[in-house]
């Protein structure tokens, strides 16, 4: 570590579980993981609806300063999530179309950004998924200081290297790797009970009964 700025190696993609999460709806995800997982406050930068699934690429910046993430787009491989914990800032975007550029033409398949990006109308354009906590059109300082692929905090969640993001229009949840094929069949299994619910909504046959029950063992 120099000058307050860490570069550590990159961590292995885990392929097999980021296949069983895709495609997965980030809200079961969080909801099988105990409701605990999940950003608050990033949105999608794209007006059309994304999905996508992948390997956690981790900066941690100064507010306002990207040169971190410069040298993160030369580490980048096919398959990435660049994921920066900007300090929640706003007030300067920390990437914008050259960036996004640069990454898409390296793999990476998405950027998740606690701060600002610009030059949005790029990102639709080029079908880049981007989250963000906000744009603005003020460009960043290029000084640092900075840390790569090390633990960091995104929407209040914490994201580690080579964690697996999924993120869609609802918002992101990261998966470790270790948990992600019990985590995939645990999500599969909800999505196929909501469907199964809501196929009995729409044919008359479903039973709101637990409500007055749960709402009986509290008394009411």
């Known amino acids: ?105 390296r793999g990476a398949v998405a950027f998740v950004m606690d701060g600002a990006v610009r030059d949005v109308d790029a990102f639709e354009t080029h079908q880049f998924p981007c989250w963000a906590r906000g744009v603005n059109l003020r460009g960043p300082y290029k000084d640092g200081p900075g840390s790569i692929n090390v633990t960091i905090n995104v929407g209040g969640m914490q994201v580690n290297p080579g964690d697996i993001i999924v993120g869609d229009a609802d918002g992101l949840v990261a998966v470790s790797p270790a948990q992600a094929l019990e985590i995939a069949r645990l999500s599969h299994d909800k999505v196929a009970h909501e469907q199964a619910t809501i196929a009995e909504i729409l044919n008359g046959t479903y039973s709101s009964a637990w409500v007055d029950a749960a709402l009986k063992a509290k008394g009411v």
């Open 1 to 105: 570590m120099s000058h307050g700025i860490e570069i550590h190696p990159r961590h292995e993609a885990f392929a097999e579980g980021v296949r069983a999460l895709s495609g997965l709806p980030s809200s079961v995800i969080s909801d099988v993981m105990g409701r605990l997982v999940g950003t608050t406050g990033l949105h999608p930068v794209n007006r059309s609806t994304v999905s996508v699934c992948g390997n956690a690429f981790t900066v941690r910046v100064r507010a306002g300063d990207n040169l971190l993430i410069h040298k993160a787009l030369d580490m980048l491989m096919p398959g990435d999530v660049l994921v920066v914990d900007g300090e929640g800032d706003v007030s300067r975007a920390l990437v914008g179309e050259i960036m996004m550029t640069s990454a898409r033409t």
